[in-house]
């Protein structure tokens, strides 16, 4: 049973493009949330995180906002470079649960030169 | 180096033997995750360890599947009598503790072929 879901295995965007990367949850005691990044053959890196006390999050290029009524996510990415070619996981965390997480699909992106 | 490591980082083996895969946690982090992630599919939680704890093992998918942390730090994750459908990336990851939320750092994965 997949509680968090990214139903786009790929994506692909011009370089100085918008990028945008979805996620959605069933649970309703997940309250609090991350994006990892993946380079082939790396582990995943931590993104940057949001708390279901907020609705957005921004870090530099990157941005994540949260729709607990309609348990979504998402993260922005503006301008788009060349770089940030990789696998993009989303995770949540349950309330009360300490550090545990759940972990999308993955979804892959491709920003094109 | 200050990150997590994992060896082997790719192991092929032939199903019903035994492998042991090893990792290595950020020095100072109490607990430890292992994950595992199938072709097409997100990452798995499998177990983890806090501290002196007894290790939460809710996520291991069969009897085959045991880990062992010692001394708190070196975890090794044994699967006895691998099947195929065992072939996955297994990745260990840890963090100052689990009783907060804080970042897993994550370490490159031993990717698992069982012919």
């Known amino acids: 049973d997949q509680q968090v879901k990214q139903n786009s295995p790929s994506l692909s965007v011009q370089e100085g493009r918008i990028s945008i990367l979805n996620c959605d949850y069933t649970?309703?005691?997940?309250?609090?949330f991350l994006w990892y990044k993946k380079y082939p053959a790396e582990g995943p890196t931590f993104l940057i995180s949001i708390s279901s006390i907020k609705d957005k999050n921004e870090d530099g290029r990157f941005t994540v906002f949260l729709n607990k009524s309609a348990k979504h996510l998402s993260l922005h990415i503006v301008p788009s470079q060349p770089g940030d070619s990789a696998v993009y996981f989303c995770?949540?965390?349950?309330?009360?649960?300490?550090?545990?997480?759940?972990f999308g699909t993955g979804t892959s992106l491709t920003v094109i030169p | 180096g200050a990150g997590v490591s994992q060896s082997p980082s790719n192991k092929v083996t032939e199903k019903g033997k035994d492998v042991e895969l090893r990792c290595d946690p950020i020095s100072g982090h109490t607990a430890l995750y292992w994950y595992r992630q199938s072709l097409g599919q997100g990452l798995e939680f499998l177990i983890y360890?806090?501290?002196?704890?007894?290790?939460?093992k809710s996520g291991l998918p069969s009897d085959r599947f045991s880990a062992e942390r010692t001394g708190g730090s070196v975890s090794t994750l044994t699967i006895q009598r691998t099947q195929q459908e065992d072939s996955a990336v297994y990745l260990c990851a840890s963090s100052l503790d689990h009783l907060e939320r804080n970042e897993q750092f994550f370490g490159p994965g031993t990717r698992l072929t069982v012919l």
């Open positions: 649970n309703s005691m997940f309250d609090y």
């Open positions: 995770a949540a965390s349950p309330s009360n649960t300490g550090n545990q997480f759940y």
């Open positions: 360890f806090q501290g002196n704890s007894a290790p939460d």
